[in-house]
Structures are given as structure tokens and as C-alpha cells.
């Protein structure tokens, strides 16, 4: 059992202009995500899901003013990203720069080397990329291809999740998984989700601007973000109210 806390987390982003000021986006984030639970975190464009999702991986543009993120008491932001990545958090955009030359099977058995602390062996290791792929339903030859390097949205995003089949996180955070996708490839993305989320009893946590992801991987909680903050949390019963009724009632209710 494991558990991802954050408390009252506040995070400045430095814009890359280097006479501007540090912008503060989170403003007292608190969430609890343990194994085997799906939250869902939703808000409009802008409202800081993304900021969050950085700050968790330790992304060196997202200052951590205030407050703490821990892995079950330890604290994520004393750790190198590496060592998030060890102590078992997966963070979708970890890897999204194009690394030509790499190719995806050289990549992904170096990420799992070090994640698992020791490399796969070869022949195991060959194996297991081949059968995770099939059921991501990702043509062999990907695996020569060089990481990211002309990918489609869709291709990043299965890519991702070939990822976490074969890292095994313990704790998982999709930022927009769901963009970029038609309807034949979320739906198998989010059976890949869903398949992690049972086989290794996983935690997710998943953000997204629609509703459209939650038809096919059902949460167990689902989080309102508004303005750099939870505003609300509630069951799945949240996720078709926002379908209806959109951001509204929250958005109007958080003074800027
Ligand atoms: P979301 O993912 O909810 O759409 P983001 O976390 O991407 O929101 O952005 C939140 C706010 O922070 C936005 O106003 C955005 O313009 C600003 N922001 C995020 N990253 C940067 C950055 N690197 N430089 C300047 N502003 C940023
Ligand atoms: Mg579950
Ligand atoms: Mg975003």
C-alpha cells in the first residue's frame, strides 16, 4: 500500500523571460492518492493541472514555495527526479524531448534499469517489450524507431503507456492522456490504464479538460481545479455533472 500526499502545496513557475517576475499558479493544493485508487483531476484551460503534474516531477521551471508532496511519509521534493521515478512515481511527461539516435527498445530497457535498479536481461527483456506492445496494440517496428522522434500524438500517448507497463509504478500521473486521441486509441489506452490500475494495483492519478476519458476508466474520485486549488471532490457522480453543466458553477464561484 502505498500513499502520494500533497499539503497545501504552493508552486511559483519562472517564465523564461528573465526580467519577469515568478508567477504563483498553485495556491495550497491538498490531495491523497493511495494504490488502487483512480482520481480524476478536472478544471478549465489554464487553472494549473499541468503546473501540478511538473511540480510533482520535480521539473526545475516549477518552484515549490510552500507545503510538501510525500511518498508514503518520504519527502518527493527533497528527491532528484531519478529518485521520484525509484521510490516509484510515474510521471507521463517525464520523457517527452525527441532523443534521436535512441532507439524506443534502448530507452525503454534504460528507463527500466533504472527504475528497477538493475538492467532486464535481454532476452527477458525482449520479450516483455514485445508482449506489452502487442497489447497496446503497437506495431513491432516502433520499438526501432527513435524515442519520440516524428511520433503522432497518438503514438506519444501509447508510448506512454507502454511505459507504464513495463515501470510498474506504484503511483501514476497522466497529464492529458487523452488528448490527441480518436476513439479507437483511447479506448486502448485506457484499457492499457486500466490493466496497470489492476495488475499492480496502481495508483492514478489522471488530469484532463474532458470528460470523454472517464467513459472508459472509471474513477473513484473525482477532483475539481480551479484557480491553482481543489475546489471540490466528490465520487464519479462529479465527472457527469461537469459533462452536463461544465466548470460554471466553480469557475464564478472562485474570486481571481
Ligand atoms: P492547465 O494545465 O490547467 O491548462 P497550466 O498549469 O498549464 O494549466 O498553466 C497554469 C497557468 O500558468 C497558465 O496561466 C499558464 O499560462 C501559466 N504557466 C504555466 N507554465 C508557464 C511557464 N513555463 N511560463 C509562463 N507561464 C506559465
Ligand atoms: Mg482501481
Ligand atoms: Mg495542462
Redesign the pocket.
Known amino acids: 500500500m502505498t500513499t502520494l500526499e500533497i499539503r497545501d502545496l504552493h508552486v511559483d513557475?519562472t517564465?523564461?523571460d528573465p526580467d519577469a517576475e515568478p508567477?504563483h499558479?498553485l495556491k495550497g493544493v491538498d490531495l491523497t492518492v493511495r494504490s488502487g485508487e483512480t482520481h480524476a483531476i478536472m478544471?478549465p484551460?489554464?487553472?494549473?493541472?499541468?503546473?501540478l503534474s511538473y511540480a510533482i516531477a520535480g521539473h526545475p521551471?516549477y518552484t515549490v514555495t510552500s507545503g510538501t508532496i510525500t511518498l508514503d511519509g518520504e519527502d518527493v521534493l527533497e528527491m532528484s527526479v531519478d529518485e521520484r521515478a525509484r521510490a516509484g512515481l510515474f510521471l507521463a511527461m517525464q520523457y517527452p524531448v525527441e532523443v534521436p539516435g535512441v532507439s524506443m527498445s534502448n530507452f525503454l530497457r534504460s528507463a527500466a534499469t533504472a527504475v528497477r535498479g538493475e538492467a532486464p536481461k535481454l532476452r527477458h527483456w525482449v520479450k516483455e517489450a514485445r508482449e506489452a506492445m502487442t497489447e497496446l496494440d503497437i506495431d513491432p517496428s516502433f520499438g526501432e524507431r527513435s524515442v519520440n522522434e516524428g511520433f503522432s500524438g497518438g503514438e506519444k500517448k501509447r508510448h506512454e503507456v507502454l511505459q507504464l507497463s513495463l515501470l510498474k509504478p506504484k503511483i501514476a500521473i497522466l497529464d492529458e492522456t487523452d488528448s490527441g486521441l480518436d476513439v479507437d486509441a483511447l479506448r486502448i489506452v485506457s484499457e492499457g490504464v486500466n490493466k496497470y490500475s489492476e495488475r499492480e494495483n496502481g495508483g492514478i492519478l489522471l488530469i484532463t479538460h474532458y470528460t470523454r476519458i472517464l467513459r472508459y476508466i472509471k474513477p473513484d474520485f473525482v477532483h475539481v481545479f480551479v484557480n491553482g486549488r481543489v475546489v471540490e471532490s466528490a465520487g464519479p457522480e462529479l465527472a457527469d455533472e461537469l459533462e452536463e453543466n461544465g466548470y460554471e458553477r466553480f469557475t464564478s464561484a472562485v474570486a481571481k
Open positions: 513557475v517564465p523564461s508567477i499558479i478544471g484551460n489554464g487553472s494549473g493541472k499541468s503546473t521551471k
